[in-house]
């Protein structure tokens, strides 16, 4: 089952829908950001009001960028097809806002905390981890909620010990190779621990924390699937 999982999981990086994904994972965290970054820039006297939202605007639209992420990519993450779902984020978005934005807040709600955890609150990759797991629990329930029976009673979310003990241990391997990644470019760009470019290259070193969420998303599927 483990195996199998690790798998499937590499398997979503043969699709190009992933890539194309992750360009807009890293759009919707990047671009409002160079907005702010150039705000900043430009200003005098309110740098540091704008460096506080700045702080509040990368946490919601990290959110929002996983929440979009994790539903596009939906059917290939659980197995479902070879297609992504990209009018799937929209059609939530606007046939079941209350259930899409109590997704994003969730995540927001989770992230914040996460903040507070010293671990967490370092890697990226574990907070992604984290943070695509319940995106992805949270969306079969959406699911679910369209079309009652097909996830409750036949999806367990919580994996077997040694499931969990080889699925944290690669999440920490990808947590460390996210955290050198990061070190990696903000040592070579020369950006400072507290500029704003810290939050620049903070997407970056997320990605790796996918690697863990497709395997956790690929057991799910398989349960849905009546595999493993």
Known sequence: MFWDSVIDSLKVFTYWETYVAGLEYLAICFIPMAIVGMIMEKSEGGGAIVGCFSIIIFTVLKVAAMAVFVLTLAPIIFGFAEDAAWSF????????????FKL??????VSIILTFIPVFGRSSSLQTLVLGGI??????LILDSVSPGIV?????FVPGFWFLVGF?????VMSWV????VAFIATTLKIDEKSI???FIFPIGAVFGFIPVFMYGAWLGAQMRGGF
């Open 104 to 109: 994003v807040g969730v995540l927001i709600v």
């Open 178 to 181: 996210g955290m050198m990644a």
């Open 152 to 156: 409750r009673g036949r999806v367990d």
């Open 197 to 199: 470019g810290q939050l």
């Open 168 to 172: 944290l241990a690669i999440g920490g």
């Open 89 to 100: 984020p929209w059609q939530i978005l606007t046939t079941a806002t209350g259930a899409f």
């Open 135 to 140: 995106a992805l629990v949270l969306d079969l």
